[in-house]
């Protein structure tokens, strides 16, 4: 069975600029979870799509945003980057009471 | 506070030691606890997930959950080099809503 698979994996942008990053859940897993891991900090939630639809967002600007397709799969943007958004950004999914994690994309703001 | 306090190390040892990792949460509301291992660049495994108290062991890994004082932890046995990684624990609610709270982690350092 694939995991959750995430792309690309390095993303270098310049302040200012919009950075796109897409997941795909585990075959069979509707729900998608994308969390930021900035350096020195825990995983903290960003956001939750379930069914093609955003259910919850954590503590972020409206500036991160995202969707899910048809096919499940999710697409994380983030505009007028800021250099404090250098961070891996991990995306998962369950369907049960253990969370599987993709590799994650490591973004770089400079 | 924060919702899950974890020391975030390094914690060295030798090979062969028994390593215990600790995290305390505030919130009596969780029930699912979970351990995930992080190498360097890389996204979290998942090591074991426990649902309410108790203890579950697979292989070298035992975790231990004690509600009544909002203290989980994650002893390795026969430690070994390759277990040399960032260890987060994490918990979640009974619901729909699988959000994980993640604990900051610790840095765990097994030398040969």
């Known amino acids: 069975e694939a995991g959750v698979t995430q792309s690309p994996t390095h993303l270098i942008k310049t302040r200012g600029q919009q950075a796109t990053l897409r997941c795909s859940p585990i075959?069979?897993?509707?729900?998608v979870y994308w969390y930021q891991q900035a350096l020195g900090l825990g995983l903290q939630f960003l956001l939750w799509?379930?069914?093609?639809?955003?259910?919850n967002r954590g503590n972020f600007p409206p500036r991160f945003s995202g969707r899910q397709f048809p096919n499940y799969s999710s697409e994380l943007n983030v505009n007028a980057l800021e250099l404090e958004d250098s961070a891996l950004y991990l995306c998962?999914?369950?369907?049960?009471?253990?969370?599987?994690f993709g590799q994650g994309t490591r973004l770089t703001v400079v | 506070q924060k919702e899950v306090e974890q020391d975030p190390g390094p914690l060295s040892v030798p090979e062969g030691a028994i390593v215990s990792l600790n995290c305390t949460y505030s919130?009596?509301?969780?029930?699912?606890f979970m351990w995930y291992r992080q190498y360097s660049r890389k996204g979290p495994e998942l090591l074991m997930y426990?649902?309410?108290?108790g203890n579950k062991e697979d292989g070298r890994f035992t975790a231990q959950v004690d509600k009544s004082s909002k203290y989980i932890s994650l002893f390795i046995r026969d430690s070994q080099p390759s277990d040399s990684a960032t260890y987060l624990c994490?918990?979640?609610?009974?619901?729909?809503?699988?959000?994980?709270?993640f604990g900051t982690g610790t840095r765990l350092l097994v030398s040969p």
């Open positions: 799509y379930d069914e093609g639809e955003e259910r």
């Open positions: 426990t649902y309410s108290s």
């Open positions: 919130n009596s509301a969780f029930q699912y």
């Open positions: 998962a999914s369950s369907l049960g009471p253990g969370t599987g």
């Open positions: 075959s069979g897993h509707t729900s």
């Open positions: 994490a918990m979640r609610w009974n619901t729909g809503f699988q959000k994980l709270v």
